[in-house]
């Protein structure tokens, strides 16, 4: 940031997250790169697939990270290309698909969630864990009101 001071505090807050939020994709973007070959945006949609017990189809992937559904259906062909999804037509609805992990795409994610472990103390090395949790907190309500449809996402593993 330079010297000349930002017009107040949400305009400082909207420029730190984008800020905090382009510094996470690039830091991720190498990690996942260097540890398991594969793209953040493919381990992301490969993550949210393995944090969901049961059958997901595309929209709900792609809505869970905040993409397009287009987006979201180019990783999914690049996973299943690479072994580590399939697509199968739902029970429900024969036009809409249902995404699930092969083993090997389970054993990538993990492989990935350790490398990300590794290195999550070089994101912030000095928060204490309540400003973590505070920050989650203001940004969950922030958006929650911009966006009342939205939850936050969580990672349920069995």
Not at 25 to 47: K, M, N, P, W, Y
Not at 82 to 109: F, Y
Not at 113 to 127: G, I
Request: zero cysteines; aromatic letters at 4%; charged letters at 20%.
């Amino acid at each position: 940031m330079d010297d000349a001071p930002l017009p107040d505090d949400l305009a400082t807050l909207w420029y730190l997250v984008r800020r905090v939020a382009g510094l996470m994709d690039r830091t991720g973007e190498a990690l996942f790169q260097h540890e398991i070959g594969i793209s953040l945006a493919q381990f992301l949609v490969l993550s949210v697939v393995d944090a969901h017990p049961g059958p997901l189809n595309q929209q709900t992937v792609a809505d869970r990270l905040g993409l397009t559904k287009g987006t979201v259906s180019r990783q999914i062909d690049n996973a299943v290309a690479a072994g580590l999804m399939s697509v199968q037509a739902a029970a429900h609805n024969r036009r809409e698909n249902v995404v699930s992990l092969t083993p090997a795409g389970t054993a990538l994610v993990r492989r990935g969630d350790a490398a990300f472990e590794r290195e999550k103390a070089a994101l912030l090395p000095d928060a204490e864990p309540g400003d973590v949790q505070a920050a989650i907190r203001v940004l969950a309500a922030m958006n929650g009101a911009l966006d009342p449809s939205a939850a936050l996402p969580g990672r349920q593993r069995q």
